[in-house]
């Protein structure tokens, strides 16, 4: 691998400050050729039971520093992510598929919660209540709620685990990570910039391997105070029920079925700017990518046939190479998922307006494709297809419109494209989800409170919602103040 830094190719364990070895492998492959582009310990629930013992035996002393301290640190770790920004782009893009600019993106993404959470580390506020009596007095104060574990996902290997252990950091919280398996690198390469930057031993400690024990153990070990989650709502149901013995606090941002309106009166140009952006970013593997596009029948073929020009000029390849626009997805099994939405949709009376195969590319490539003609009870409605598929059905009316996008059991993000400011407020009020893009299709950043609602889960991340988070509330009843 071309790295300027080759410091950042890390092949273990990190518990209480060391690199930890153990004699069993796991390999990582790159998706784009299936090449093994990495072996690497398996870790299970010893190490991860080290790894909290770890992060409990400095909680108190990490809790007890100025934040100010904790703040300069997350500075420098900021600095040393930007300044590594390509070689961290380019580890992501080998081991997650993406192209290199959506990883550059992705990296400047994650650096920006550094970056908040930096600030915000000195703006933990408490409160004093007038009290009910003349000699005492009530305070409130913030408190970091102890050892955090955090599981994330491959679809964003640095964003999706930084928002949240720079907001535990912050907060003043020890740690315990568990990046996804097949992109475990870009969050070696991270924890070796974090340990650079000065974050103390057992402060942050990174396990991966045999991810059901570990899960396991992180679910049950009554050390960790609570468990934030990035994945399915399936794996997100099952930590929170294994978690609850130990009484657990959780944040679970979970999967998505997002809805993507196109009324009457949308600015069609603009619509379809969106519609690629939110349906397109990631080759369509993110949480809070279009499923499902509704639109007013009287200008659905001028916006599918606007969409289709732009999905057709989309470059697919290696994100290694120039000016490609969509990488393979992650795997053959999430290949496997959205050829079988195609075909289902297309046996239940879709129509195919281009792509629906296998990229003549091969392996994990899947052409962008545009589908019309969906209906509510094919598999592209009910499932987040997670994939390069637009799928698109008309409406004529808006109660129908909003029939259509509330049904679903999921709440993360959902969109909509009109120029009437009444439209606008009715449907972000009426709209059951956490997040609305109003004529926008790119909504995340670190200043929003990224999280959804029903069975996407519970808890935000990002501002300064992110960071109470990770803080639990302490009332102080001072008495005996007789005058
Ligand atoms: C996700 O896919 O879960 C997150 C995407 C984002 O942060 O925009």
Redesign the pocket.
């Given at each position: 691998m071309k790295l300027n830094n080759k410091n950042l190719l890390k092949d273990k364990l990190y518990i209480n400050g060391k690199w930890i070895d153990s004699e069993k492998k796991f390999q990582v492959e790159n998706p784009a050729t299936n090449e093994i582009i990495a072996s690497l310990p398996m870790g299970g629930k010893s190490e991860t039971s080290k790894a909290i013992e770890a992060a409990s035996s400095v909680f108190l002393e990490w809790k007890q520093k100025p934040a100010k301290f904790r703040s300069k640190i997350l500075k420098k770790w900021f600095s040393l992510i930007e300044t590594n920004t390509e070689d961290l782009a380019r580890i992501m893009t080998l081991e997650q598929g993406k192209s290199l600019t959506e990883a550059m993106g992705e990296i400047r993404?994650a650096n920006s919660y550094i970056e908040w959470f930096s600030e915000e580390a000195v703006r933990s506020y408490g409160d004093t209540i007038p009290s009910h009596r003349a000699d005492t007095r009530i305070l409130v104060q913030k408190e970091p709620i102890g050892v955090i574990a955090t599981i994330t996902?491959w679809?964003?290997p640095a964003?999706?685990m930084i928002r949240k252990v720079s907001a535990a950091f912050a907060a003043g919280c020890t740690v315990v990570s568990k990046p996804s398996e097949l992109t475990p690198l870009t969050a070696l390469a991270l924890v070796q910039l974090g340990e650079e930057a000065g974050i103390p031993p057992g402060v942050w400690n990174l396990v991966f391997g045999d991810f059901e024990s570990i899960g396991e153990e992180l679910c049950t070990n009554p050390i960790v105070r609570k468990i934030s989650f990035?994945g399915s709502t399936r794996t997100g149901i099952l930590l929170s029920q294994k978690s609850a013995s130990s009484v657990k606090k959780m944040s679970l941002?979970l999967g998505g079925n997002a809805p993507f309106l196109v009324f009457e009166d949308a600015n069609i140009e603009k619509a379809v700017e969106g519609a690629l952006s939110a349906k397109f970013r990631n080759s369509g593997q993110?949480?809070?990518?279009v499923n499902r596009f509704y639109v007013h029948a009287n200008v659905l073929d001028e916006f599918s046939n606007k969409l289709k020009i732009k999905i057709e000029s989309l470059k697919v390849g290696n994100g290694l190479e120039e000016e490609i626009d969509q990488g393979p997805l992650i795997n053959p099994q999430a290949v496997e998922k959205v050829n079988s939405h195609i075909q289902d949709a297309i046996q239940k009376g879709a129509s195919l307006k281009t792509g629906g195969n296998r990229h003549r590319l091969g392996g994990n490539f899947f052409e962008p494709t545009l589908l019309t003609g969906i209906h509510s009870e094919m598999k592209i409605c009910k499932e987040e297809t997670f994939g390069p598929v637009a799928a698109i059905q008309s409406f004529q009316t808006d109660s129908e419109a909003l029939q259509l996008a509330n049904d679903t059991e999921y709440g993360l993000a959902a969109y909509l494209f009109t120029e009437s400011v009444s439209r606008i407020w009715k449907f972000s009020e009426l709209l059951e989800y956490g997040m609305i893009g109003i004529n926008e299709g790119i909504i995340?950043s670190e200043q929003i409170p990224?999280g959804g609602i029903k069975f996407s889960g519970y808890g935000r991340e990002g501002s300064k919602y992110g960071m109470e988070e990770f803080l639990q509330t302490k009332y102080l009843c001072w008495g005996g103040l007789n005058h």
């Open positions: 993404y996902p679809n964003f964003a999706m990035t941002e993110t949480c809070v990518c995340s990224f």
